[in-house]
């Protein structure tokens, strides 16, 4: 009898923990610097501002669509002057990479907001509430984000020509002469 109370103490002890503290594989967070959503049938997956000035961003954002429908994502967020509309298509059943290489470009402009801040995002579809994130707003400083900035459009350059000018007339060209 006093084996089985000992086994039993045993037992309870070495799994007791279980039963008061929560296991932290099931607590979920976000592994990287952006943050995360869930929206109906999409999940927004690190989201994150990208910027060199404070004044124009690059939205880096992975969304997955575990619908079996294209889905038009609207994506929201305050200027400067006014609210700003920007809708990406987000293919069915599949994920979608906005903002790096290879994938959809979304530029944010007129984001006021320096390197270390949040800023809010709106993301919405169909007739679904949509989710605000308060996004963080990252600098190139660290290696994996600098080619993420934004780089400014090129300015087209005009390089000025002289003007039309006479063409000058050809000139006779001296006959041979025969020597003596």
């Not at 932290?24 to 999409?42: C, E, F, K, M, P």
């Not at 992975?62 to 990406?88: A, C, M, P, S």
Request: charged share 15%; aromatic share 4%; proline share 8%.
């Amino acid at each position: 009898m006093a084996t089985v109370v000992v086994a039993a103490g045993i037992l309870l002890g070495t799994s007791g923990c279980n039963l008061f503290a929560p296991q932290a594989t099931t607590i979920q967070y976000d592994a990287s610097d952006g943050v995360s959503g869930n929206l109906g049938d999409l999940a927004i997956r690190n989201a994150m501002l990208i910027t060199d000035d404070g004044e124009n961003a690059n939205l880096v954002v992975h969304v997955v669509n575990g619908g079996d429908e294209d889905i038009d994502l609207l994506v929201q967020y305050e200027g400067v002057d006014e609210k700003v509309d920007k809708t990406v298509t987000i293919d069915a059943n599949s994920t979608t990479e906005i903002g790096l290489p290879g994938g959809e470009l979304l530029a944010v402009e007129s984001l006021n907001a320096s390197a270390g801040s949040l800023f809010p995002v709106f993301f919405q579809y169909g007739d679904l509430t949509g989710i605000e994130l308060l996004v963080p707003v990252l600098d190139g400083t660290l290696a994996e984000y600098s080619t993420l900035v934004p780089t400014p459009a090129p300015v087209p350059t005009v390089v000025p020509t002289e003007p039309a000018g006479e063409t000058p007339s050809p000139t006779a060209t001296p006959e041979a002469t025969t020597a003596p």
